[in-house]
Nanobody
């Protein structure tokens, strides 16, 4: 089983920045795609950004040019640098990782979520 622990959320003013981190641990043989998703009150969970083990990235149109996803494969950690934050970025942000366990079982894990609030 693989666990994901997120950190870095909080309250920030419009135009500000935050950096989220998500570390994976457990019975990991390898990790494939890692990503960030978010869910605002009353809305469905949506993709924010993903990154492959080969560092190919994909972004939602709403965050392109403002958010940057990176990862450290040696640390099984993914980051989300969020700049020029807007009130509409307010949501609970979730980390996701697709993995192959030490028993060679594939799976997908979610973090517990971290709140990001953009408000003056």
């Amino acid at each position: 089983q693989v666990q994901l622990v997120e950190s870095g959320g909080g309250l920030v003013q419009p135009g500000g920045s935050l950096r989220l981190s998500c570390a994976a641990s457990g019975s990991i043989f390898s990790i494939g795609v890692m990503g960030w998703y978010r869910q605002a009150p009353g809305k469905k969970r949506e993709l924010v950004a993903t990154i492959t083990s080969g560092l190919m990235t994909n972004y939602a149109d709403s965050v392109k040019g403002r958010f940057t996803i990176t990862r450290d494969n040696a640390k099984n950690t993914v980051y989300l640098q969020m700049n020029s934050l807007k009130p509409e970025d307010t949501a609970v942000y979730y980390c996701n990782a697709e993995y192959l366990s030490l028993r060679h079982v594939t799976g997908s894990s979610w973090g517990q979520g971290t709140q990001v609030t953009v408000s003056s």
